[in-house]
């Protein structure tokens, strides 16, 4: 490497916040099925503890060597629903524990893959694995849900859409806090290396290695140096600057890969803020020209910001994955904990911004007292827009049992603290128990 680039690469890292948010092993557990639940969970923890024996330390190792931050290693596995199917167990609480407890003994951060793909319906694992979620995620430390309800290929559930609702309120009853470990998706994607919604879906390779990185303030630094110039400048610069950004993930990716012995599957450039000063998203769009995140333009910045980013990152990569792109969740990010604190942002305009950004209604905090079916209605009209956009939605929402508007609700650690948004009151009720499915739209005929 140029002189010059080694030194922008350090001052991105000790003055910007540059990091790879994380490092996330992908492995399948096709092989662990088995119709004695018992069997197929310690197939599952033994393949865990082999494939991954030396995920932490081969990534500290690198963290050490090059001087970059690893903030997170973590692990996807197969969606347990289609792994547990063939048992006979009632409900797969014992499965998230074995995977809690893969994950405690490895050391690793997160473990996500509870999942259950039913966009056109469900199958017999499917149905269990998402009554068993509130137990599993109360008793679990390290696992995380996620839920695909939509698709644009096959529309809507609206029947799991319904039920979503109902296993978010009772998953808030018992702590509000497990909400954050649950994700309710249209379009997922199958290599996405960030929790919540991380899974190692069907199509991908026994094990591989992916990639998630992360820079907000990176790029708000090089837009102060654009002051004032035209908005194809400002462009320009998000792209150059992501692109280097991308290409630290591609290494660190590379050197990771060949540690394990393992392929390299992705990166995913996210711009994923944290409560942290000079980290936020949210700058960047004060820092494009809005007096303020929520004010009228803040979509069209976010849409450009968005673009940018994968434009830049996929010049920079083999392999870009994941989301890639920009998030917007309320409580990891301080000056949007700013804006809705102020009222200068609403629970409307987020969810305008989640029909441009990377995901959707990320973090956000709300009545305790708010229904089931009003919970259900937000997931549904997410899940309308990434399915008419062929884009990926996402609701990760937490009612804060016994809160009100004004209120917060505090995570902690990167997960930060949220102010409790308003939310609509009229009921979606009638519509939501409809149930059925709301078919694909016309253009997602490609054949």
Not at 315 to 340: K, N, Q, T, W, Y
Not at 384 to 413: H, L, M, Q, S, Y
Request: hydrophobic content about 40%; glycine content about 10%.
């Amino acid at each position: 490497m140029e002189t010059n680039s080694i030194l922008e690469t350090i001052q991105m890292v000790s003055e910007e916040k540059l990091d790879i948010r994380t490092i996330t092993m992908g492995i399948s557990l096709f092989d662990c099925i088995d119709s004695d639940g018992k069997k197929a969970r310690q197939k599952i923890y033994n393949k865990l503890t082999t494939k991954a024996k030396d995920l932490v330390k081969v990534a500290n190792q690198i963290e050490a060597e090059y001087g970059i931050p690893i903030v997170n290693k973590r692990i996807s596995v197969t969606p347990i629903s289609l792994i547990a199917a063939a048992s006979d167990d009632k409900d797969y609480v014992e499965f998230a524990k074995t995977m809690d407890k893969a994950a405690t003994d490895l050391g690793v951060d997160l473990i996500g893959g509870f999942s259950a793909l039913v966009q056109k319906g469900y199958q017999s694992g499917d149905i269990k694995l998402i009554n068993s979620l509130p137990q599993a995620l109360t008793e679990t430390s390290r696992v995380c849900g996620s839920v695909n309800v939509g698709s644009t290929r096959s529309g809507i559930n609206l029947d799991a859409v319904q039920k979503m609702g109902t296993v978010i309120k009772d998953l808030a009853k018992v702590d509000p806090v497990n909400c954050m470990s649950l994700v309710v998706f249209a379009n997922a994607v199958e290599d996405n290396p960030f929790m919540a919604g991380a899974f190692h879906g069907v199509g991908e390779a026994d094990c591989v290695i992916n990639v998630g990185i992360s820079g907000p303030g990176v790029v708000k630094n090089a837009l102060e140096k654009v002051k004032g110039q035209p908005i194809d400048v400002v462009s320009e610069t998000i792209k150059k600057t992501t692109f280097k950004v991308t290409r630290m993930g591609q290494f660190v990716g590379n050197v990771a890969s060949k540690a394990l012995g393992v392929p390299f599957g992705i990166v995913d450039l996210s711009l994923a803020p944290t409560p942290n000063e000079g980290d936020s998203v949210a700058e960047i769009l004060e820092e494009i020209g809005l007096e303020s995140v929520g004010a009228p333009g803040t979509t069209a910045a976010l849409a450009l910001l968005n673009d940018a980013v994968k434009k830049g990152g996929v010049m920079a990569c083999e392999h870009v994955g994941g989301l890639s792109g920009a998030f917007i969740p309320v409580s990891e990010d301080a000056e949007m904990i700013r804006a809705v604190t102020a009222g200068r942002l609403n629970i409307e305009k987020l969810e305008a911004m989640t029909a441009v950004c990377s995901v959707g209604l990320d973090m956000i905090a709300i009545p305790g007292d708010t229904t089931a079916e009003t919970i259900s209605g937000m997931i549904a009209d997410e899940a309308a827009i990434g399915v008419i956009n062929n884009k990926t939605t996402a609701v990760r929402i937490i009612p804060a049992t016994g809160k009100k508007v004004g209120d917060e609700v505090e995570f902690g650690g990167l997960f930060g603290k949220a102010p409790v948004m308003a939310v609509n009151t009229n009921s979606p009720a009638d519509f939501i128990h409809r149930g059925g499915r709301i078919p694909a739209p016309i253009h997602s005929f490609k054949n």
